[in-house]
């Protein structure tokens, strides 16, 4: 059964606007962390922002949001007033395994992805 | 800042060829790993290590080793290389207690095998 599944192919979103990527996992752990990665052309993966499974509060990084609601099991990305740069393909991960004597050796399952394209 | 580095960004080399793909990171990491990246599949783990000499199996290790013989450094090696090796690899390495620590990664390398 896939772990991490990002439904949204490609996405397009104006300069300036606000854009959603949608992330929805599945796991029976009770302690997990999410997390985002964004890859642009030239490759690199850049860490965009964490949430763990028992944080109380949505995390944010800057113009990064990330809207988890925990009973749905889902994860999603917002990027709050998009910019050129922001053009890159999105990663949805998921670690598992973070329990009171146990441990995933910080393995990440991955989604499949989002190309997100911003336009001027 | 965490530099995780990869041998070569781009290489071409032959049906049968042993191939080395080396990465080394620079920030005392214990857990280590290699993913292959397809369109349409994302990340798939190939192999991890979590301390030196150690390694374990992830999702897709069939036709690959993987060796590491110093903290630093985690090798890949396709052992007879075949064309649907043909991928971008990429590297990564992260504390052993993960909890909000994120893996960092490589620019990755573009494998064509021909």
């Known amino acids: 059964a896939q772990k991490i599944t990002q439904t949204q192919p490609g996405m397009f979103v104006q300069e300036k606007e606000a854009v959603t990527l949608d992330c929805t996992y599945d796991t029976s752990d009770q302690s997990y962390g999410l997390f985002w990665y964004k890859q642009p052309s030239s490759g690199e993966m850049i860490f965009l922002i964490y949430?763990?499974?028992?944080?109380?509060q949505n995390a944010t990084e800057g113009r990064y949001s990330l809207n988890f609601q925990k009973a749905r099991k889902s994860a999603n990305l917002v990027i709050s007033a998009s910019q050129l740069g922001d053009s890159a393909m999105y990663f949805c991960a998921m670690r598992e395994g973070q329990g009171a004597g146990g441990t995933s050796y910080g393995k990440l399952t991955f989604g499949q992805g989002t190309i997100l394209t911003v336009h001027p | 800042d965490v530099k995780v580095t990869q041998s070569s960004r781009y290489l071409v080399k032959r049906t049968g060829e042993k191939v080395f793909l080396e990465c080394v990171q620079d920030m005392d990491h214990e857990n280590m790993f290699w993913y292959r990246q397809d369109p349409g599949l994302g990340l798939r783990l190939i192999y991890f290590?979590?301390?030196?000499?150690?390694?374990e199996k992830g999702d897709i290790p069939e036709g690959y080793s993987v060796s590491r013989e110093k903290k630093e450094r985690f090798s890949l090696i396709l052992e007879s290389a075949s064309t649907n090796q043909t991928s971008m690899y990429l590297c990564a390495s992260s504390f052993v207690r993960g909890g909000n620590q994120p893996q960092h990664f490589g620019d990755g390398t573009r494998l064509s095998i021909l």
């Open positions: 290590s979590y301390d030196v000499k150690m390694k």
């Open positions: 949430q763990g499974s028992y944080d109380e």
